[in-house]
């Protein structure tokens, strides 16, 4: 058992540039951290943050929707992302279509379940002679590459934590953004992505998934739904992405990346390693920085004073309104 595990909830949005640079931060961090302290552990959770939720599908092109967000200083912008994506092995290309990105949400949020279920798997007691099986993949020296439908879903060599469907099915959704040109309000894209990263056993089951604006109170809404139950987890899926943006607003973010860690300190924009680092330092260090046993993992949400500048962008609802 670890000594100490990291809770980071990550609010990012699918279709903004600064989250994939965020999230390639956070990882180096991680497994600089990790390498240091070995007895510590990282659980990341990703949560739904629209940008634009009125927006389009397959509306507009990727460089037009970062000329209308920072107008006059987008060259600025584009060269910026161009310098830190390569410190993190990204090459961002701009060309391609893009949109509204509620279904990408629910994609992920497919993957998060699936998780949750793995684990009550695993955490059940086994028939004597049989031992637990996990889904969950720990990172090692080198990639693992699995190709389907033409399209490739890698792991990061570079975690030392465990990767989940939901980080799997992050990390392919930003490269096949960003690197290769998808469209990820594409529903026929979305459907072979889940595929590719093993969510569904074939596109017509993603194609079914995605379209699916089941209403909470509706019984049968869960078993139209990849994957077993029929709780309220499993329904309103469109509903869900939006609350979740909601409640992110209502905690006072107004820009992705932005993070919640131990359910306790928020931080704000992309922010580097060694941002990172003071912050996992201080966290550990207090030990009070657990999350609160009532309510959820935001209820203990306070300490402004410890939300570091924010130095290395973000992209804000607020500059501009797409549609």
Not at 18 to 32: D, Q, R, S, V
Not at 61 to 67: E, P, R, S, T
Not at 273 to 291: C, H, N, P, Q
Request: charged share 25%; hydrophobic share 35%; net charge neutral.
């Amino acid at each position: 058992m670890a000594e100490f595990t990291f809770e980071i909830e990550v609010y990012s949005d699918t279709i903004c540039p600064w989250c994939y640079i965020g999230k390639k931060t956070l990882e180096k961090a991680i497994a600089t951290y990790t390498a240091q302290h070995p007895a510590v552990d990282f659980k990341l959770t990703w949560k739904p943050f629209m940008l634009w939720p009125t927006a389009k599908t397959s509306a507009y092109q990727k460089g037009a929707i970062l000329h209308a967000i920072y107008g006059p200083r987008a060259p600025v912008m584009f060269e910026r992302l161009a310098r830190l994506g390569a410190l993190h092995g990204i090459d961002f290309r701009w060309e391609g279509k893009s949109g509204n990105s509620r279904d990408s949400h629910k994609l992920i949020l497919l993957a998060m379940e699936q998780d949750d279920d793995d684990t009550r798997s695993s955490s059940s007691p086994s028939p004597p002679g049989l031992e637990p099986t996990s889904t969950t993949a720990t990172a090692t020296t080198t990639a693992t590459t699995t190709t389907t439908n033409n399209s490739t879903a890698t792991t990061n060599p570079l975690l030392t934590y465990k990767q989940t469907k939901q980080e799997r099915t992050i990390a392919h959704l930003f490269a096949s953004a960003f690197e290769q040109g998808q469209d990820l309000s594409s529903r026929a894209f979305l459907a072979r992505a889940a595929v590719t990263l093993g969510l569904v056993g074939s596109e017509e089951e993603a194609l079914a998934y995605l379209e699916q604006q089941a209403d909470e109170e509706d019984p049968e809404a869960g078993r139209r739904q990849p994957g077993s139950g029929t709780g309220p987890a499993r329904r309103g899926l469109a509903k869900r992405v939006d609350e979740s943006s909601a409640r992110a607003r209502q905690i006072g973010m107004t820009a992705v990346p932005s993070y919640v860690v131990q359910g306790r300190w928020q931080v704000g924009g992309m922010q580097g390693e060694d941002v990172w680092l003071r912050i996992f330092e201080k966290v550990r260090a207090t030990k009070s920085g657990k999350k609160n046993e009532e309510g959820s993992s935001l209820d203990g949400l306070t300490t402004r004073e410890e939300q570091p500048t924010v130095t290395n962008g973000g992209m804000q609802k607020e500059s501009t309104e797409i549609r």
